[in-house]
């Protein structure tokens, strides 16, 4: 699978391409890209519903960003000030408040929702390379 390279972090905010499915909503979403800080903004006619699944995909590039590997969450790749990679995963679902980022075997976890899908995470070691 594809991965996205790509520069989401525009300003303060990561940007992405949601869309509803099995709808036509869609639209641009601006994440807060602070660990554990859920608040979103969209354009006023494209409105996040809370327990609907979403696709999301890289603005740039058109990647699929939901991951193949764990049902319900969308991974993105981000790189802090000093260069560090780290990979982030959120809810596809609306209103999923969990945050997971992840380097090597470190993993740190934020929002209620996080214990939903703890199970991804809890992998020998040697397993991780495949993920
Ligand atoms: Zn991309």
Same mark, same amino acid.
């Given at each position: 699978?594809?991965?996205? $390279? ?6 303060? &905010?990561?940007?992405? /391409?949601?869309?509803?499915?099995? =709808?036509?909503?869609?639209?641009? !979403? ?14 006023? =006619?494209?409105? !996040? ?13 058109? =990647?699929?960003?939901? =991951? ?22 959120? &809810? ?7 945050? /997971? $980022?992840?380097?090597?075997? $470190? ?11 703890? $199970?991804? /995470? ?10």
């Amino acid at each position: 699978m594809k991965v996205c $390279k790509g520069h989401l972090k525009v300003k303060t &905010s990561i940007v992405l /391409f949601a869309s509803k499915t099995n =709808s036509s909503e869609r639209g641009l !979403i601006f994440l807060d890209p602070e660990l554990g800080n859920y608040t979103s903004t969209t354009h006023p =006619s494209f409105k !996040i519903e809370k327990g609907a699944k979403y696709i999301y995909t890289c603005p740039i590039c058109h =990647s699929q960003l939901n =991951s193949a590997k764990y049902n319900h969450l969308v991974r993105i790749i981000m790189v802090d000030d000093a260069g560090k990679q780290y990979d982030i995963y959120f &809810s596809e679902i609306g209103g999923e408040k969990c945050t /997971f $980022k992840i380097r090597g075997s $470190k993993i740190e976890k934020q929002g209620p929702d996080t214990k939903k899908y703890d $199970k991804y /995470f809890e992998v020998p070691e040697e397993d991780r390379k495949y993920l």
